[in-house]
């Protein structure tokens, strides 16, 4: 396939349509990006005109390596509680947790509103909220690919894109001002499996009617050329499938439906029994068939207790995993933990997922294992058995040539995809001026002619932390605590004083975890200990109330600075002070 060419320039002078706006003169759009931009996940963008608000897309991020401890990350809705009386609904484009993950935590704060969603998102949505008993209904309605619905002055028209999960949707909002268009995650796939290719033909009628903004996915801008059909992907699963003489363990991401679409349907084709593993892969895998999205017979899925009454050559598993979690299916199989399923000799293992940035080495252990094992091991670099579902660079052009809008807002990515979406719109003919780069927070507002800027303006938008049952109770003090803790350990040092005399009795007792081992260390201890008796005497006379606070941070401080002294390391000093 050829490159994308150039907006042609007829096109780039073809007026945009921004309605009736006399009577909304003085009122601006504005596109308020919550999360999403400078980072993958958290995906929520604010639309506010007038006294209306529509939110698309409600996903929570998971953590940092650097955030110990932390669950996931939601948007900050601090802007969105205190305007809660415009919010007229909220759009979901698809099924994925960067963009329905966040709802349970956010819907009832900001007044329940609608939310809209195509029938497999509604499904998964209502599944998520289950896990939180404690919270009231959502308001979930099912909208199809053809509807339009009227959100105050908002009107909302969707089309089909293809991504990794079925029921996937761009949304078109028709504003006072013009016409925006949102892709959410999206890529073009001619000859997609269990699905319809986008639907380029309603794409390019919206851009012959006048688009002021495309809002567009950025996250697989770094990659050249077009995005690989999962029919290519299907073809090299069918391969190995046939050759494999043992057991088939395809491990991949619980929400990538279309490859758990296209194992259960090929384990069904090769008379394969395939056992489903992971609670997030079995409640995806439930919903998929009773919506219809998953054609295999009944009789090919088998309880994983039931997998040892067949031969090797006879089954399938489908699990989580193929990041190396600690937790998940894989790990527990590859490390023998798992009660029913352990490696076998011949066994063909499957990482149908690309390695996120950071779980390279745990992957790779898992890999070693399972040769040692005598497994073998496929994954997306030998050959095409992964296919993200982002545009690739070929796409990103195709689709603003397509929509040939007057502004493009890159979306959905770190700020260096961001730029290069850019570029790609300058490449096809638009001018570098309208290219609108937005961060976090940061409001981007277009006036009444179809103006567009991004503005200094900036609401809240930090992180919100998710640690167990806290919302956002943790923040850069406690994870800064974590991590101290995890780079150089604690050291506690107990000192019981006399409540008359002032003095210390006994010997102070020190505890120290992930610093040093104590039994070892007599010297170290014994000369901290001296320190502290020292601190105390010098600080404290009998008649005088002391101030047991500035005497806790002296001994911090010095026995900090004395640590660092010895060993070069700073561990976390907790002095105690008892008074009997």
Known sequence: MKEQTAIKAEDKKRPIQIGNNRKYLGKNLRIIPLGGLEEIGR???????GNDIVIVDCGLMFPEEEMMGIDYIIPNIEYLEKNKHKIRGMIITHGHFDHIGAIPHIAHRIGNPPIYATELTKALIVRRQEDFKDQSPLNVRVVRKIDRIALGVFKIEFFHVNHSIPDSVGVVL???????IHTGDFKFDHSPIGDVPADISKIARLGSEGILA????????QSEGYSVSESKIRENLEKIFVSAKGRVITATFSSLVSRIQQIAEIADKYGRKLVIEGYSMKNTVEIAK???YINAKKSTFIDVKEINNYP????????????GEGNAVLMRIVNGEHRYIQIHHGDTVIFSSSVIPGNERTVQGMKDTLYKKGAEVIHYKMMDIHSGGHARQEDLKMMINLVRPKYLIPIHGTYYMLKLHANLATMVGMDEKNTLVGENGRVIEFDYRGNGKVTSEKVPSSYVMVDGLGVGDIGNVVLRDRQLLAKDGMFTIVTVIDKKTKKVIGEPQVTSRGFIYVKENFDLVNATKKRVKAIVAKSTSKDALPNWDYIKNNIRDDLGQFLFQKTQRRPMVLPVIIEV
Request: glycine content about 8%; aromatic content about 6%.
């Open 43 to 49: 995906n929520m963008t604010i639309f506010e005109y």
């Open 174 to 180: 028709r504003t006072p001002v013009g016409t925006i």
């Open 214 to 221: 495309l809002m567009s996915d950025s996250t697989d801008s």
């Open 290 to 292: 009773e919506l219809g």
């Open 312 to 323: 090797d050559s006879k089954i399938a598993v489908l699990c989580t995993g193929a990041q």
